[in-house]
């Protein structure tokens, strides 16, 4: 590979390395811009199914990061992004638009607020800070999309610049696998954000609060997890030369699919009307 950023292709896959800044401007061979890359995306042709992309970036401008993020997401093809080194700032923004998002035990992530060089008068530098809230509420949207934290929890997170390891990801989402660690190793993490996705929906049809929605979440895992400690290992059954005939299924209710949904309203205190 002769630069640090470059597309190849080979049969139905193709591998994009993002090794160097996510810029408008190419000044250095490892510079990529949204346009380079996504003229080359186009390139690639109907036949492949899985786009790899490879990012070690510290970032760079948001609008690119965006752009990229967005035409990975919207392409026919299954995304799969990885970590080999760092994804910062923007590249953290690309990361996730992967189908998978793949790290290794020694990568990072990092994630701030987005930021400018500015200059003017008293109105033009508050109007710059309102802007910078409205672009930073762009890549929170890209994290959320995965990620199973609260928006406070993430604002939390990029105000302070904070650095994220390849567990950390794994548990809030960011990441769905850790290269050389089996997936069942995390599995509490999975459970965690699909039940704070179905107590959301939970909480959006009896408008509840937030602060509501985060007890919930917290009792009912805790609940889970001591049920899970609580529980001893069965012993071996006694050999049956006659096993009981397999009951006939039960049909389900035609409303059985709204059962969890209407436990969380449940739970979050207030009954369907």
Known sequence: MGKYYALEKNGQEADIYIFGDITSWEWYENDVSSYSLVKEIRALGPDVEQINVHINSYGGEVAEGLAIYNTLKNHKAKVRTIVDGFACSAASVVFMAGDERVMSNASLLMIHNAWMITWGDPNQLRKNADDLEKITQATKNAYLEHANITQEELS??????????????????????????P???????????????????????????????????????????????????????????????????????????????????????????
Do not use: C, H, Y
């Open 156 to 181: 939390k997170m990029m105000d302070e610049e904070t650095w994220i390891l390849p567990n950390e990801a794994l548990d809030m989402g960011f990441a769905t696998s850790i290269v050389g660690e």
């Open 183 to 273: 997936a069942t190793d995390k599995a509490a993490a999975s459970a965690r954000k699909a039940l704070f996705n179905l107590v959301s929906k939970a909480r959006k049809e009896t408008d509840t609060d937030n602060a509501d929605l985060q007890e919930a979440v917290r009792q009912i895992m805790e609940r889970l997890k001591a049920s899970q400690d609580n529980v001893e290992p069965e012993s071996d059954p006694e050999p049956n030369p006659e096993p009981d005939p397999i009951p006939e299924p039960t049909p389900e209710p035609q409303q059985s699919e709204n059962k969890t949904l209407k436990f969380f309203k449940a739970v979050l205190g207030r009954k369907e009307g």
